[in-house]
């Protein structure tokens, strides 16, 4: 009895090990590309002009459109990232002191709208060190070098704060983990290029 119920609860471990991975092909996809890439970007290699509000991580060939959501509801969140990224309202303007709050997708499942579900996928990846460029709405470019990389709990709002320096600029970047859940944050915090 005792070996037909671990059989029969490895068989479910592995279903499900699997639907993870069929829901989140993109993701599962841009990782082993990544892995395997012959010849990764550099960390700090420069990217063409960017335009007004998008965010580049060329070190992942990331380059994104930043939205501003039309609320604070999870609704809108989910509009805003159909587009792109978000700008999470009330924290600073890329470019300007204070933290610029930015969060996107790291997977999503394949029947949902948009081009951006698995933008920041790559982000447990990203090195210390690495340039992050933001553009502001008249296309001002701002580069910002990741300093932090790490787990945080989904209730840690207190990420959302400006510095306790009030002439500090910081870049906090933010997306869903692990694969396929929403349990915990990756979160990544940059600051500006001198």
Known sequence: MEKSLIKTLGIAVALVA???????????????????AESKVSATSTVAK?????????????NAPIVEPTGTTEEAFQQALVEGVAHYPGTAKPGQPGNVFIFGHSSDFPWKQGDYKTVFALLPR???GAEIVVSDAQGNE??????????????DVHLLQPP???TEYRLTLQTS?????AWK??????????
């Open 126 to 128: 990203i090195a210390i």
């Open 177 to 181: 983990y692990p694969l396929g859940t």
């Open 18 to 36: 699997v639907a993870i991975v069929l829901l989140n092909a993109d993701y599962v996809e841009k990782n082993v590309e990544y892995t395997f």
């Open 50 to 62: 960017l335009g007004n509000n998008r965010i580049s991580i060329p070190s992942f060939e990331i």
């Open 142 to 155: 701002f580069v910002y070098v990741v300093i932090e990389s790490f787990v945080a709990s989904a209730k």
């Open 164 to 166: 306790q320096d009030p």
């Open 185 to 194: 944050r990756w979160i990544v915090i940059a600051g500006i290029k001198k």
